[in-house]
């Protein structure tokens, strides 16, 4: 059953909600303290097979990181997050509320 569950993960084309992105996002807080570090973001992006993954966690905290703390910890900065796989990784999420 684990092996499904990570099959499904790892599929780039696969589409998500937001709080689904969320919840993916959050395997890999390694510390549990509900912000994520540009190496988690990195771990995250690997699992994806994401070709330089680790440039591109670089950039997306970049663009995402809008207090410069190294981390994304607020609301904002996880909407900024959400843009930034949308746009420029082509990840596949939407909001729930726009089906309607």
Same mark, same amino acid.
């Given at each position: 059953m684990a092996i =499904?569950? $990570?099959?499904?993960?790892?599929?780039?084309?696969r589409? =998500?909600?937001?709080?689904?992105?969320?919840?993916?996002?959050?395997?890999f807080d390694a510390d549990k303290d509900g912000r994520i570090s540009c190496q988690?973001?990195?771990?995250a992006l690997?699992?994806?097979r994401v070709?330089?993954?680790?440039?591109?966690?670089?950039? $997306? =905290?970049k663009a995402s990181d809008s207090n410069r703390t190294?981390?994304?910890d607020?609301?904002?900065? =996880?909407?900024?997050?959400v843009q930034y796989a949308q746009q420029q990784l082509h990840m596949k999420i939407y909001d729930?509320?726009?089906d309607y």
């Open positions: =499904m569950f $990570c099959i499904e993960v790892l599929s780039t084309n589409e =998500m909600t937001v709080e689904e992105f969320k919840a993916w996002l959050s395997h988690e973001l990195n771990e690997s699992s994806l070709w330089f993954g680790w440039w591109k966690a670089r950039r $997306c =905290m190294g981390h994304i607020s609301a904002i900065e =996880m909407e900024k997050l729930y509320n726009d």
